[in-house]
């Protein structure tokens, strides 16, 4: 018989992937979600914590992320991540193939929380976005040495990633795409692409994106939005939807446009995933994954639905759904966070401002079962 060591009592668990929405108490043990139930016994040892009036999630999972510390646009996870009551984070291909291993065991490897990557195509990885894009130069885009990192790394690396904009590429256009694209192919798996100031053209981007493909920033302000001049969703980003790519928000500096957004949520249009992109020149504008997530609040995206994009979606999509769930015998990776209600100023990326009625800020992170941050 195992016993608790830690028991949440009374919160209000919110768990998308079970469909669960009600007032429970959380058992740990062993490092895994022990039980849930109404009322649950005090444990004889081991530590309670009163979350009654918090609310109780699986930790949080953040699809796009740049946590390759010491390098251009890295941050370390191990001071973004607990504040942020997020367990597990995806690096969006900080790392090319020739950095990929320094990655690993520099950074994946030691952390204490949990870090996946996609492999940048160029293999130089995200070396500086101040001076030049890593793919204005193709000798760096191989796709071939591209999906052997891949291979090489299938426990960690999910994907290939391309940063598709003018300010990227340079003159190359879609080459660099392309040669995405050929990558992940031949690594069999996902592509995921940065869209923003073209070119590429967004229409030239879809093309080549299909079931399980990721386009993030799916909110830019830049030229390649994805609305019309009406301000409907264009007619080919319902048509990828249709075939399966996923819609990601990646917040970061510059690619979160609240009336873009506004027009695509209106229109029932939601993004997939939500997502910060957090780097070292975006901690002034994301600040933290709830406040991202408190802004579709404020967009009107109702709590549950926030929650499951920012959980047991992205689970699904690194197939590791039970990352995404507070089921029995599962990972105790844990959020609580109070739901402040009053009236909230947000930002966009451009400095639009926007009005909300709620946020939510971080009380506890846990990790495997170990509390790893609690607000005073």
């Known amino acids: 018989m195992t016993t608790t060591e830690l028991l949440l009592q ?22 895994r979600i022990a039980a849930l139930a109404p009322s649950l016994s005090r444990p004889d040892r081991g530590r309670i914590i009163d979350v009654s009036g918090l609310l109780v999630t699986p930790g949080l999972i953040d699809l796009h992320t740049h946590v390759f510390a010491g390098q251009d646009l890295g941050v370390d996870s191990a001071l973004w991540a607990p504040p942020s009551a997020t367990t597990t984070l995806v690096d969006a291909g900080s790392a090319g193939a020739h950095l990929f291993n320094a990655f690993r065991q520099g950074y994946i490897e030691p952390a204490r929380e949990r870090i996946l990557a996609f492999v940048n195509i160029s293999t130089i990885g995200t070396t500086s976005i101040l001076l030049a894009g890593e793919a204005e130069n193709l000798n760096y885009c191989s796709s071939d040495i591209c999906a052997r990192c891949v291979e090489e790394h299938r426990d960690v690396a999910l994907g ?110 939601l993004p997939d995933v939500i997502s910060t992109d957090v780097h070292a020149y975006a901690l002034d504008s994301v600040r933290d994954f709830p406040t991202t997530i408190s802004k579709f609040l404020a967009l009107g995206v109702e709590l549950d639905q926030a929650i499951k994009r920012s959980t047991s979606v992205p689970a699904r999509l690194i197939a590791r759904p039970e990352l995404g769930s507070l089921e029995i015998g599962t990972a105790a990776d844990i959020a609580v966070f109070a739901v402040e209600e009053g009236s909230f100023m947000y930002a966009d990326t451009g400095g639009t401002s926007f009005a909300g009625t709620s946020r939510l800020s971080t009380r506890y992170t846990i990790l495997g079962g170990q509390v790893v941050y609690e607000k005073p």
């Open 160 to 269: 290939v990633k391309i940063r598709a904009s003018g300010n990227v590429v340079g003159r190359n256009g879609i080459k660099p795409l392309e040669a995405a694209r050929k990558a992940a192919d031949q690594a069999n798996v996902p592509l995921m692409v940065h869209v923003g100031p073209s070119p590429p053209l967004l229409e030239e981007i879809l093309h080549l994106l299909g079931d399980g493909d990721i386009l993030t920033h799916c909110f830019t302000g830049f030229d390649n939005r994805l609305i019309t001049e009406g301000g409907e969703p264009r007619r080919d980003v319902l048509a990828a939807r249709d075939r399966g790519v996923v819609f990601d928000v990646g917040h970061g500096m510059a690619a979160f446009d609240a009336e873009v957004a506004a027009s695509m949520i209106s229109a029932g249009f």
């Open 10 to 31: 009374g919160g209000r668990v919110l768990d998308p992937a079970q469909d669960l929405d009600e007032l429970l108490d959380v058992a740990v043990a062993e490092g």
